[in-house]
């Protein structure tokens, strides 16, 4: 019993001081994985690279079509699935803060009524640029000096966007476009790319968000190890009644290339029986 019993002690102390050890390795290396250092390039933050942007769960899930019982599918004004909120995939929550611009009330009956009307007035069904913040983050970033280049895979097609983070300010040369007039500048290690000379085709995002042509949008990324965190956030005074910003998004590194993006069909909408709109999460 004098033998046998020390022992038993021994063998717990000796399991707990193993367990210990154990947890300790795992926080370490978790933490070491959280603090990861973001590679370098000329002294800043290197973007370079291929990012997983959640693309497929976040923006085209609309297009899917839903099973229902008996073997049938919906494809369209199917109803959404439990616990799914509008604007967003299959049991997608819903994001922190106002999910859509506030504008100010002379201009809320003019959203409800593009909203009620979308498959007419939103340029996206028209194979269009969805416009910025709409289009969301850059799937692929290319990183120099001088610029910094974003290309996007969309469901209308692939885009880009030419971005000098050398001092230069706006152009005044440039017609309005879809996707505006971005420059960038580097406060501290984010980067922050402010876009303006919108024309009035897009919207912010869907259900009739439209914007002026005094929009100013203001994009801050950011990266942490093989993360990048992007922030978005829409200026227009005249109509919104306060700032807005699309739920933020984080990008993951990937191995995998982009392909080219498949042709954009224009939607057939003289065939719509009605022009109510679509859960679309743009």
Same mark, same amino acid.
């Given at each position: 019993?004098?033998?046998?019993?020390?022992?038993?002690?021994?063998?717990?102390?000796?399991?707990?001081?193993?367990?210990?050890?154990?947890?300790?390795?795992?926080?370490?290396?978790?933490?070491?994985?959280?603090?990861?250092?973001?590679?370098?390039?000329?002294?800043?933050?290197?973007?370079?690279?291929?990012?997983?942007?959640?693309?497929?769960?976040?923006?085209?899930?609309?297009?899917?079509?839903?099973?229902?019982?008996?073997?049938?599918?919906?494809v369209s004004g199917?109803?959404?699935?439990?616990?799914?909120?509008?604007?967003?995939?299959?049991?997608?929550?819903?994001?922190?803060?106002?999910?859509r611009p506030r504008?100010?009330?002379?201009?809320?009956?003019?959203?409800?009524?593009?909203?009620?009307?979308?498959?007419?007035?939103?340029?996206?069904?028209?194979?269009?640029?969805?416009?910025?913040?709409?289009?969301?983050?850059?799937?692929?970033?290319?990183?120099?000096?001088?610029?910094?280049?974003?290309?996007?895979?969309?469901?209308?097609?692939?885009?880009?966007?030419?971005?000098?983070?050398?001092?230069?300010?706006?152009?005044?040369?440039?017609?309005?476009?879809?996707?505006?007039?971005?420059?960038?500048?580097?406060?501290?290690?984010?980067?922050?790319?402010?876009?303006?000379?919108?024309? %009035?085709?897009t919207w912010l995002? #869907?259900?009739?968000?439209? &914007?002026?042509? /005094? !929009?100013?949008?203001?994009?801050?990324? *950011?990266?942490?190890?093989?993360?990048?965190?992007?922030?978005?956030?829409?200026?227009?005074?005249?109509?919104?009644?306060?700032?807005?910003?699309?739920?933020?998004?984080?990008?993951?590194?990937?191995?995998?290339?982009?392909? %080219?993006?498949?042709?954009?069909? #224009?939607?057939?909408?003289? &065939?719509?029986? /009605? !022009?109510?709109?679509?859960?679309?999460? *743009?």
């Amino acid at each position: 019993m004098s033998i046998r019993e020390p022992s038993r002690y021994a063998l717990a102390a000796a399991l707990v001081a193993a367990l210990t050890a154990s947890i300790a390795s795992i926080q370490a290396q978790s933490g070491s994985a959280a603090a990861k250092a973001a590679p370098r390039i000329d002294g800043r933050p290197d973007l370079n690279g291929t990012w997983d942007t959640g693309y497929n769960e976040v923006v085209i899930g609309f297009v899917q079509p839903q099973r229902l019982g008996g073997g049938s599918l919906c494809v369209s004004g199917c109803a959404p699935p439990a616990g799914a909120a509008r604007g967003g995939g299959a049991g997608a929550a819903a994001p922190a803060g106002p999910s859509r611009p506030r504008y100010k009330p002379e201009f809320q009956a003019r959203v409800k009524t593009l909203d009620a009307n979308q498959v007419k007035e939103d340029s996206i069904l028209r194979c269009q640029p969805p416009g910025v913040p709409r289009i969301g983050p850059p799937a692929k970033i290319v990183q120099t000096r001088r610029e910094v280049i974003f290309f996007y895979d969309d469901v209308n097609g692939g885009f880009f966007r030419i971005i000098p983070i050398d001092g230069r300010p706006h152009r005044k040369d440039l017609p309005r476009s879809y996707l505006g007039d971005a420059i960038g500048r580097w406060d501290g290690d984010t980067l922050v790319v402010e876009t303006v000379n919108f024309n %009035e085709d897009t919207w912010l995002t #869907d259900d009739g968000a439209f &914007h002026t042509r /005094d !929009l100013r949008v203001v994009e801050r990324l *950011r990266r942490t190890g093989d993360t990048i965190e992007w922030v978005a956030t829409a200026h227009d005074p005249a109509v919104l009644s306060e700032p807005w910003s699309p739920p933020s998004r984080t990008l993951k590194l990937t191995d995998q290339e982009l392909e %080219e993006s498949p042709r954009c069909e #224009d939607r057939s909408l003289a &065939h719509m029986q /009605d !022009l109510s709109n679509h859960d679309n999460p *743009r």
